[in-house]
């Protein structure tokens, strides 16, 4: 009997996003670090940032319209950040990585689609942003193909980005005696 394949991502197109979803260079628009208080009435200063986002928000709750904002978290190519914190250029921090031992990140597939082509992903569960669905169905639909995560690649993410929120850190061990 054949083996079953599994493809990691699909090429996909329009205003419809899903849990997987991942948008390149998407605006996200943060206060400024420095504000002081109180704030200004009329306007807030803030700074645009660009990041690759990755939707972690389920997909029946974005069909289904129970949601109005949409939670994504960022994703950076390995060898760009390996750049940035030489010690996740080491194998041992990458297996690490891989085998869920490092909580804040996850990995993603490189695409082998050929109009889509990406390297490997290094996904931080510490950068989360929420953007409004009406303004990430508009990017989404303006910016051509993109990929989506398939099944079940797309469920071990949630499931990673489950056990890095899960956590709880106790204030004192426990004492057997």
Same mark, same amino acid.
């Given at each position: 009997?054949?083996?079953?394949?599994?493809?990691?991502?699909?090429?996909?197109?329009?205003?419809?996003?899903?849990?997987?979803?991942?948008?390149?260079?998407?605006?996200?628009?943060?206060?400024?670090?420095?504000?002081?208080?109180?704030?200004?009435?009329?306007?807030?200063?803030?700074?645009?940032?660009?990041?690759?986002?990755?939707?972690?928000?389920?997909? +029946?709750?974005?069909?289904?319209?129970?949601?109005?904002?949409?939670?994504?978290?960022?994703?950076?190519?390995?060898?760009?950040?390996?750049?940035?914190?030489?010690?996740?250029?080491?194998?041992?921090?990458?297996?690490?990585?891989?085998?869920?031992?490092?909580?804040?990140?996850?990995?993603?597939?490189?695409?082998? &689609?050929?109009?889509?082509? $990406?390297?490997?992903?290094?996904?931080?569960?510490?950068?989360?942003?929420?953007?409004?669905?009406?303004?990430?169905?508009?990017?989404?639909?303006?910016?051509?193909?993109?990929?989506?995560? +398939?099944?079940?690649?797309?469920?071990?993410?949630?499931?990673?980005?489950?056990?890095?929120? $899960?956590?709880?850190?106790?204030?004192?061990? &426990?004492? &057997?005696?």
């Amino acid at each position: 009997m054949p083996s079953r394949s599994y493809p990691w991502y699909e090429a996909v197109a329009g205003a419809v996003i899903e849990q997987g979803d991942l948008l390149m260079q998407c605006p996200v628009l943060s206060p400024i670090s420095d504000l002081t208080w109180p704030l200004p009435k009329d306007e807030i200063p803030g700074v645009v940032n660009m990041y690759d986002l990755v939707v972690m928000t389920q997909s +029946c709750d974005l069909t289904n319209d129970k949601v109005k904002d949409v939670i994504f978290c960022a994703h950076v190519d390995l060898n760009h950040a390996a750049q940035i914190d030489g010690a996740l250029a080491k194998n041992d921090a990458q297996q690490s990585i891989l085998k869920g031992y490092r909580p804040r990140y996850a990995m993603l597939a490189a695409s082998d &689609i050929q109009e889509l082509p $990406m390297n490997v992903r290094l996904v931080d569960f510490g950068r989360v942003f929420s953007l409004p669905k009406s303004f990430t169905n508009q990017f989404a639909s303006k910016n051509g193909k993109r990929l989506r995560l +398939c099944p079940p690649y797309r469920e071990h993410l949630s499931q990673a980005f489950a056990r890095f929120f $899960m956590r709880v850190g106790l204030p004192q061990d &426990i004492a &057997i005696r």
